[in-house]
């Protein structure tokens, strides 16, 4: 449906695409990565026509309706919430004003002609608004929101209805720049599951790792130019971008050999008479050569090692009877809360539950009440939105800003910093008053990270931010010796961080002492358990009461049931073995294979080189089927050994 072909794009002596190509066709669900700058959003400027390419063509099928959601800013005009979700093309936004302007001018009238409801009607207008009531409940919008003007929205809100605008189009081609940002864990989840039964074709950038390895089918990377496609999700595309590196590497290699030994003849005998026909035929065969490009990974994770906070006492914030309304809304009735030395907090729960106002609260940042907030021993509190709002002067450079630290750290060490975290260049050296806000977020977590209090308060931290920067923040946090407390819709961050999760939901806490898949297991048990009541009480009203088991059938079962889990886990162990023994073999041959092509005797043996290479790429979609398959059976041991524990705590009797 999508066709590019032989394009590329300059902008000045910048090439960021050299004769790309790349086609899109129905079903498909794709996943473009690349380092920032790489090109990915001028990518989806060349596909919607707002820029031309230097040279090649970007092509549409005939018919193809194409569907775009920016990165960010979205205009915000009269139009209520409903009206722009249903605006779903220019002629109906337009009959929707027109409809608007009669109804406010002639209330109680009906238009003699009614050619504007007659038009409406036939494009299938009014059929529009339940489709599109369901997909803004979906992306959390409250019923009441639906006729608000969104000009009063923030600009999170906007882009969430014109998501919804989008969903209620359904184009063929649906084309989606970080659409995560702006959308809460739980709405997160929604449009996730909503993109999983999607007709159209997706194209999209994210740096949410969890979310491309949910819905992608191959991921195209954007590098040194070139569009590079890998098979399966974004987990699959790093271990082949791995093994292809690794090929390349030694092919490169053993190029780089053979030029030098050609080389080196040419420099012995080039001005010998009776060598220098052969020194030349040596030269041109080397300039003949198709070069191999060295390598380079622009991703490689950068290590350092941050300043540790103070050590704080074990008890670190602790919340009590605490009372918090906006208004009528009352959000707190009685509230507690305490956090411990070491915990790795995250908060979840619906979209208007309190997170944020939980957070503030902790932070000092907002005043509740009634009720105590009680700081402990040596406890210094840091809340990361207060420092990009309150703390950042505008009048100085970013690095000097970021360089305005108590820490002793070099100047080399707050680049390494500022480099991770997307300054890099000059961009060190622009003042803080003209960065974006994406820009300021980033420069507050370096300050933070650069001194960091032993408790880190931190609201949507990941946001504007690629993945390299994602690792680094992890990085710096996973080797944090204080208390974390944070909200975040990145799965993946919260899967890689916490320890501790708390549900915030109808003004109440309930605490999993655990990470999240933790936090999930328990909360799909309690729903299995509601579930299970349910039927339960129905069951009980139609049949009489069972008598008490016997004992020695109780025993019986049980003991049946422990050898059948037995079998049942010497058949993961034995499929995981089975994986790990294929893949080590092949990998033995790989690095084998690897090594023979580097030695300077296998370019001299005809054919031998090219043999060498179709093996390991043979070898190399082996381990592509593999390694998958391997990363399954262990998750799916894990799966089972988890609803076993969870058995055994509903049911100790089969124990």
Not at 120 to 144: C, M, N, S, T, V
Not at 363 to 372: D, I, K, P, R, T
Not at 610 to 632: G, Y
Request: no cysteine; glycine share 6%; net charge negative.
């Amino acid at each position: 449906m999508l066709n590019i072909s032989d394009v590329s794009k300059s902008y000045g002596p910048r090439t960021l695409f050299e004769g790309v190509s790349l086609q899109v066709n129905r079903g498909d669900r794709i996943g473009l990565v690349g380092p920032n700058g790489a090109g990915k959003t001028t990518l989806f400027s060349l596909i919607l026509g707002t820029e031309s390419s230097d040279t090649g063509t970007v092509t549409l099928e005939r018919n193809v309706t194409m569907g775009y959601l920016p990165q960010e800013s979205a205009p915000a005009g009269d139009e209520t919430v409903l009206e722009l979700a249903t605006a779903i093309t220019p002629e109906i936004a337009d009959l929707q004003k027109k409809l608007k302007a009669w109804d406010a001018a002639h209330p109680d009238e009906i238009d003699p002609h009614d050619n504007i409801h007659q038009r409406f009607d036939e494009l299938g207008g009014h059929q529009l608004e339940p489709k599109a009531k369901q997909i803004l409940a979906g992306l959390a919008f409250r019923e009441k929101d639906f006729n608000r003007p969104l000009k009063e929205l923030s600009g999170g809100w906007v882009m969430r209805a014109y998501l919804a605008r989008l969903l209620v189009q359904e184009p063929d081609l649906l084309i989606l720049d970080e659409p995560t940002n702006h959308l809460d864990l739980e709405s997160l989840q929604w449009f996730q599951d909503y993109l999983e039964h999607y007709p159209g074709a997706i194209l999209m950038i994210s740096h949410d790792r969890n979310f491309l390895n949910q819905l992608v089918g191959s991921i195209v990377e954007i590098r040194q130019g070139k569009l590079i496609r890998y098979r399966g999700n974004y987990d699959d595309y790093l271990v082949q971008r791995e093994a292809s590196e690794a090929q390349l590497l030694a092919a490169y290699n053993n190029q780089q050999k053979e030029i030098a030994h050609l080389m080196e003849f040419v420099t012995r005998f080039g001005a010998k008479a009776s060598k220098a026909s052969q020194a030349q035929s040596k030269l041109k065969q080397v300039e003949r050569m198709e070069k191999i490009e060295a390598p380079t990974n622009d991703d490689k994770k950068i290590k350092f090692r941050f300043p540790q906070p103070q050590r704080s006492g074990q008890k670190v914030i602790t919340l009590k009877d605490i009372h918090h309304a906006y208004g009528q809304n009352v959000i707190y009735r009685g509230m507690e809360f305490l956090a411990e030395r070491a915990q790795r907090i995250v908060l979840v729960g619906p979209n208007g539950a309190g997170k944020s106002t939980l957070l503030k609260i902790l932070a000092g940042v907002l005043q509740f009440q009634s009720g105590e907030r009680i700081l402990g021993h040596n406890v210094k509190a840091g809340y990361y939105s207060q420092y990009r709002v309150d703390m950042l002067n505008p009048e100085r450079t970013v690095f000097d800003e970021a360089a305005d630290t108590p820490q002793m750290v070099t100047e080399q060490f707050i680049r390494t910093i500022l480099g991770s975290f997307l300054f890099r260049g000059d961009d060190v050296f622009k003042k803080v008053s003209v960065l974006s806000g994406g820009e300021k977020s980033r420069l507050a977590l370096v300050k933070l990270l650069l001194d960091p209090p032993n408790l880190l308060l931190m609201d949507e931290p990941t946001t504007h931010l690629d993945m390299a920067s994602i690792d680094a923040l992890l990085g710096a946090l996973k080797q944090f010796e204080g208390t974390i407390i944070f909200i975040s819709h990145d799965v993946y961050f919260i899967r890689e961080l916490s320890n501790h999760v708390v549900r915030v939901e109808n003004g109440n806490l309930q605490h999993f002492p655990g990470g999240y898949q933790y936090y999930l297991d328990k909360t799909a048990q309690t729903s299995a358990r509601l579930a299970l009541t349910a039927s339960s009480q129905v069951a009980q009203k139609a049949a009489p009461v069972e008598k008490p088991s016997n004992k020695k059938i109780d025993k019986r079962i049980a003991a049946e049931q422990r050898q059948e889990r037995s079998r049942q886990r010497k058949a993961h162990q034995e499929k995981i073995a089975g994986l790990e023994a294929r893949i080590m073999n092949l990998e033995t041959k790989q690095r084998e294979l690897t090594a023979e092509l580097e030695k300077p005797e296998t370019d001299e043996k005809s054919g031998l080189a090219s043999s060498l290479n179709r093996d390991l790429m043979r070898i190399s979609d082996e381990l592509d089927e593999l390694t998958p398959q391997w990363e399954k059976a262990a998750a799916d041991l894990l799966h089972w050994e988890k609803s076993i524990a969870i058995e055994n705590e509903t049911n100790p009797v089969s124990n």
